[in-house]
């Protein structure tokens, strides 16, 4: 169905590129409110995204996955937004808010029951945290984190390795310190 609204698109149908719009404009937001932590940063980021993609949706091949492409896109204007380089892909430290946000709306899970969980992605380094994230709450395959990312897809499966070694110390250590 996507690549048929992006067929659409292409050659010029403006509904096509509204329904896709509408399909991608929510999302795009809490991922870039999570990113810059800032709802004006986060909706120019959001703007420009979509510029992006209506003026290079031609340069973009069907036969490529679409979502990858544009969290790309949206995250380097999420760190161009934020006065950093396109290649340094950071995410601010997470409140329990903003993780909420972040993860899909089906999410039946309470906060209370994954605190520890949330803690601890926060206190991972930023390059595990992302991959983490991408991984884990937002469900992409390592190839597109390593698309969206611009890395070796060996380097997104050293930094899921290294990020589940350091998020299960820290678990420990806070499930430690709360037991009584």
Do not use: H
Request: hydrophobic share 40%.
């Amino acid at each position: 169905m996507e690549r048929v609204l992006l067929e659409k698109i292409k050659k010029g149908d403006s509904e096509a590129f509204e329904e896709l719009y509408s399909n991608y404009a929510e999302y795009a937001l809490r991922v870039a409110l999570a990113v810059t932590r800032d709802k004006m940063s986060a909706t120019d980021a959001v703007q420009e995204t979509f510029i992006k993609v209506y003026k290079n949706i031609n340069r973009f091949s069907l036969d490529r996955p679409f979502r990858p492409w544009f969290y790309r896109i949206l995250i380097n204007e999420c760190n161009r937004v934020m006065g950093k380089t396109l290649n340094a892909v950071l995410v601010d430290d997470f409140t329990e808010k903003s993780i909420q946000s972040f993860m899909s709306e089906e999410d039946d899970y309470s906060f209370e029951e994954y605190e520890n969980l949330y803690d601890a992605i926060q206190k991972l380094e930023d390059a595990n945290r992302v991959s983490i994230i991408l991984k884990y709450l937002r469900g992409f395959k390592e190839t597109e984190i390593a698309e969206i990312l611009g890395v070796n897809v060996n380097t997104v499966k050293s930094r899921l390795f290294k990020g589940r070694q350091k998020l299960k110390n820290i678990i420990e250590k806070l499930e430690g310190g709360n037991r009584v």
